[in-house]
């Protein structure tokens, strides 16, 4: 029963054949993504148990999508192959997210790890139905692509298009996959930092439910709602708008606010409101953007563990979604095409947060962190699509570990057909 969407996908795949199969053939493409990835992060505060994370790893995507067969109802398969290598680690640095690691002491990194994951997909006019492996960017799920290989997660998932500017979602997810793992496992919710959510007897669930849309009223304006579930956990509902709004030549103002209301499921005591708003200003290729975040209620705000979640002050080590915690954030980017240099660009955050509930007696939780993102991608020739990133953070907490980290990322994409 484990494998069923895996099993109907090569069903498919091999009741395949004659002239409603061309399109399914034609329309089918592959891209290889390789992606070297270097990882180092020093723990800065005192009595830390390991003073570093640090480990090299070269990894390997590979994405198979058919087309549809024709006919009312089109059928496709796509598949994604994953594969993860060591090139350096040891017990004693190990742990940066980017290579699967024995779970007994002293837990080592493996020479390597991987999977396979297949998904099944059946169109109708503008409706499609994927059954299998999925990588939803939803707001109340996202998968995490930050390491050497991207979260994956099993299930169904029906998105659908059929009234313009609407887009429709609804879902069911029943098993994870971890960016640093090769095994389908049952889902919990993070809880680390001071989120202070109290589990029941139940601290996992085999069942995330997902429904909402996205409306796009105008070109500059878009709204959007989300319900995501984890069964005996929590409940959350997710609300979003956009609007970008032109202020003439190589100048524009974007707004993008949001909304979350977490409750208990039965088996936790979830209970959270989170509000978020950010703001940028771009004139040509600068980029100056502001955004601030506040949580209330007995909890700090749910999510997944190892995913991504809908928090705007959501950045390279921390989220800021904490009990009551406020944080704002200074941004700047800089994009080098103007000067001539296009595939350049530069980035800088500051984040600070407060007000973090830490328990009776204790004074208030703070935190603050600083990024710098530099990335180049070649543009053309015959190293077009090599890429080129740079990412260092530090941040320093009276709730969490104190750390600076440098993240270096070679990557090269390639169509293979």
């Known amino acids: 029963m484990r494998h069923t969407p895996h099993l109907l996908a090569a069903s498919i795949t091999l009741g395949l054949a004659g002239p409603a199969s061309a399109a399914f053939i034609d329309d089918s493409q592959a891209v290889l993504d390789a992606r070297n990835f270097y990882f180092n992060r020093d723990f800065r505060q005192d009595g830390a148990a390991q003073s570093k994370a640090e480990e090299w790893a070269q990894g390997f995507i590979l994405r ?99 009234v313009e500017g609407l887009s429709l979602d609804l879902g069911r997810i029943d098993r994870v996959n971890q960016r640093d793992s090769s095994d389908n496992e049952q889902m919990s919710v993070f809880n680390g930092g001071k989120r202070n959510i109290v589990l029941g007897s139940a601290k996992t669930s085999d069942e995330f439910l997902f429904a909402g849309g996205r409306y796009q009223w105008t070109p500059e304006l878009a709204t959007s709602y989300y319900y995501g579930g984890l069964d005996g956990i929590y409940q959350q509902h997710l609300v979003n708008l956009v609007h970008q709004l032109s202020l003439g030549e190589g100048q524009s103002f974007k707004s993008d606010i949001r909304f ?88 800088t955050r500051y984040l600070s947060g407060d007000n973090v509930e830490r328990g009776a007696g204790l004074s208030e939780g703070k935190t603050w962190e600083r990024n710098t993102d530099i990335a180049y991608v070649v543009q053309s020739g015959p190293l077009k699509n090599f890429g080129l990133r740079l990412r260092n953070a530090s941040t320093r907490s009276n709730i969490g570990s104190d750390l600076d980290e440098n993240r270096l990322i070679l990557s090269y994409s390639l169509a293979l057909w």
């Open 64 to 162: 198979l999508d058919s087309g549809y067969t024709e006919g009312s109802i089109g059928v496709g398969v796509d598949a994604i192959g994953l594969l993860g290598i060591k090139l350096d680690s040891s017990p004693d640095r190990v742990g940066t997210g980017i290579l699967k690691s024995d779970r007994e002491a002293p837990r080592r990194a493996q020479d390597e790890y991987g999977e396979l994951g297949l998904t099944a997909k059946l169109r109708a006019s503008n409706s499609t139905l994927k059954l299998g492996t999925l990588q939803p960017l939803l707001p109340a799920l996202m998968r995490n692509d930050s390491r050497l290989l991207p979260q994956t997660f099993r299930g169904a998932w029906l998105n659908s298009n059929e």
């Open 260 to 347: 979350a209301r977490s409750t208990d499921d039965g088996g936790s005591n979830v209970d959270n409101d989170a509000f978020g708003a950010l703001f940028t200003y771009r004139l040509g290729g600068h980029g100056f953007g502001a955004g601030y975040q506040q949580l209330s209620g007995d909890t700090g705000f749910a999510y997944i563990a190892g995913s991504d979640n809908a928090l705007v002050n959501l950045v390279q080590i921390n989220d800021f979604g904490n009990q009551d915690e406020r944080s704002w954030q200074a941004r700047y980017d800089y994009d080098f095409a103007g000067l001539g240099l296009p595939g350049l660009t530069f980035m």
